[in-house]
């Protein structure tokens, strides 16, 4: 008899869905083979619940393909349920897989202490728990490369929010709403010293050009300002997130 998917998996094989790209959904991805083991089921049978959800991602229609819609009628509904409350799902999925764990969910996120109880300690490992969803989406989407520079380290990686995390409540997980990069650039995006302005290309402000007799000005900065960033293959920075960041954060 055949196995069915419980609604549990379903919720488990989602949550990986929206963090890998398109072309790491198959059966030799080391998450893929991760959550097989944890739930039980084999390589191909999660691989193929993946490109089952892609068949009901607009992203991935739009782009010319199709994903596997055989079993699109099991996938759908969860599909619909979540589309809309990823900060829901990426939560509960986390709860699922500390429960398979015999663990707690603030061992699967790394949360050693916190004086925080009730409402606001289960606010706070649901930030922790999304925050890290949205780097394992924007560093898998970047192949784990700075936009700018091209480093590859993903410890010295930073999943940078375009309009930031507190400002936009429902663009937090958006993937168009990040940019890879290393932890410099990152802080020069965040601060408004650096921007991305038409075809991608950074550009640098002018209280950042105050320093341009400074040794360090020459190598990190002035060898970037007009550089064309490195872009995934799909959900590239949405240009009206960008010029949110130029209006509000570059030119402020």
């Keep these: 008899m055949r196995n ?3 609604r549990d998996e379903l919720i488990l094989a989602l949550d990986l869905y929206f963090r890998l790209p398109f072309g790491r959904l198959n059966r030799t991805t080391p998450e893929v083979i991760e959550l097989a083991n944890l739930i039980g089921r084999t390589n191909n049978s999660v691989a193929l619940r993946l490109v ?15 994903g596997m819609p055989g079993g699109i009628s099991i996938c759908k509904p969860i599909w619909d349920e979540f589309l809309d409350r990823k900060e829901d ?25 916190t004086d925080l109880i009730g409402e606001d300690k289960r606010a706070f490992v649901k930030q922790r728990v999304n925050q890290d969803a949205f780097r394992s989406m924007i560093l898998n989407l970047y192949e784990k490369h700075c936009a700018i520079t ?9 999943a940078s929010h375009i309009i930031p995390w507190a400002e936009n409540k429902k663009e937090r997980l958006n993937p168009e709403n990040g940019l ?26 002018d209280k950042l050009k105050t320093y ?19 872009l995934p293959e799909y959900h590239r920075p949405n240009p009206q997130f960008l010029e949110w960041h130029r209006d509000c954060i570059f030119n402020n």
């Design 52 to 66: 089952n959800f892609a068949a009901c991602d607009p992203v991935i229609i739009e782009s010319g393909r199709t």
């Design 150 to 158: 091209g480093i590859n380290i993903p410890s010295l990686l930073v």
């Design 4 to 6: 069915v998917w419980t």
């Design 89 to 113: 799902l990426f939560f509960e999925a986390q709860q699922i897989k500390a429960k398979l764990l015999h663990s707690s969910i603030e061992d699967i996120v790394g949360i050693t202490e």
């Design 180 to 205: 890879c990069l290393s932890a410099l650039y990152d802080k020069a995006f965040d601060k408004g010293f650096i921007s991305i302005y038409e075809h991608y290309r950074v550009i640098l402000a």
């Design 212 to 230: 341009i007799e400074e040794s360090y000005y020459e190598k990190h900065f002035a060898s970037i300002e007009g550089l064309e960033i490195s």
